[in-house]
């Protein structure tokens, strides 16, 4: 039996895009129907016996009727084969208010064999190659578990580890079912636990917010790779990865198919093929296929003790391959120097790049002026760089300090609107 397991599309992830002239459309949402495309042509092309997505659809809880109809056009030929597609809800599918529709429910009206899954399951499903069965793990729903007496006095952290217990007795009691072969499961039919969820040691893409991970449910490897399991599909880190790589039943990450951010520049995207035959050890032999990612390019110069400054941040620029690319270029200067830099001649080195996202100047001045006032009415992004233009020991941690005080905001953000 052949699996494609794949995650984390994003679709409406408009970062450093443009309009694209011909379509109309964002290029960033472009780029991710063509990873789309690309991914389902190979599983066509494999003839997959299901097609395996493990959460996190769109962007956002409510996307554009334009993504629903790119995410559901991009699954059609799917569909069209014959092939199952199950579709295990993850946490950017489903609203934070409790009783809305997820950004999912719509699927199973459609035409195909198409399985949705909101809640724990254990399900049977029948492909050309014979039957798959299914133990889904969805993304916990915190408003769901809060709308019960019983839990709504309960702190965050103990809400956690209530979903954590329950996730994990689940696991156990549905592996007994199969090992039992009660309802008509047995543990020598392929069976994969699907699940968008956080194993614990898992390595983070570069744009994802370890405070947010910090406060999620959590569980190891042993509470999910569970015999008779032969094969663990996750969803929700973007890094793809085994977190099993020396156990038979691979616990795989199939990361995300597109970029999201330049801290993401250098990481692969794709997706995994599976061949799984419960008759071999190990029964699962995962195969990872790269997508045609849009490439992120990070330029930093420091041209401070330069002659000729601009030919110096340009024979940086020459070392890279920016074809099609999202290009970033920072360079820093001394303050005599800020005459000396030609901005066209850096923007014409760049006109091979699909987007230039910024040129960015930093300024070291020649004496340093009055302290400036971080007020009240500063927002946080501004408060954060003026501080640090403040402290000389700071010097070159300005960009780290402001993604990490922007993630501990949203952090905030994200557990006041869930309680």
Known sequence: MKLL??????????????????????????????????MVERALDEEIDCFLFCGDAYHTADPTPTQQKIFARCLQPIADAGIPIVLVIGNHDHPVSHGKASSLD????????????????????????GPLQLLALPWPIRSLILTKEEHRSKAPDEVRAFIEQ???????????????????????????????LTVQGAELAGS???????????F??????????????????????????????????????????FKERGERK????????PARAPAAAPTYVETPARSFV??????????????????AIARHDLTDAVVRVRYRIDEEQVPLVDTHRLRDALQDADVIASIERTVDPAERQRRTV????????????????????????????VDAALELEAAYEAERREN
């Open 298 to 315: 990070a330029i930093d110069v420091d041209a401070r003790d330069a002659e000729a400054p601009t030919e110096h941040i340009l024979d």
């Open 270 to 277: 794709g997706f995994y093929l599976v061949d799984l035959d």
């Open 5 to 38: 397991h794949t995650a984390d599309i994003h679709l409406g992830a408009k970062n450093y895009g443009r309009m694209d002239a011909a379509s109309g459309l964002n290029t960033r949402l472009l780029d991710m129907q063509r990873s789309f495309d690309v």
């Open 220 to 261: 190891t490897v042993g509470q999910l790779a569970v015999p008779p399991v032969h094969y663990v599909a996750l969803g929700h880190i973007h890094q793809p990865q085994n977190r099993n790589p020396e156990g038979d039943i691979p616990v795989m990450y199939a990361g995300s198919i597109e970029r999201v951010s």
């Open 374 to 401: 971080v007020t009240r009415e500063s927002d946080l992004e501004d408060a954060i760089r003026q501080y640090v233009g403040q402290h000389d020991e700071l010097e070159g941690l300005e960009d780290d300090m």
């Open 106 to 129: 719509i699927f199973p009206f459609l035409d195909g064999d198409i399985h949705l899954f909101t809640r724990p399951s254990l399900k049977t499903i029948s492909t050309k190659s």
């Open 208 to 218: 994802e917010r370890t405070s947010l991970i910090a406060r999620e449910p959590k």
């Open 166 to 196: 329950k996730y994990v007795e689940y696991v156990q009691t549905a592996t007994q079912t199969i090992k039992d072969e009660k309802n008509g499961f047995s543990p020598d039919v392929p069976t994969v636990l699907a699940g968008h």
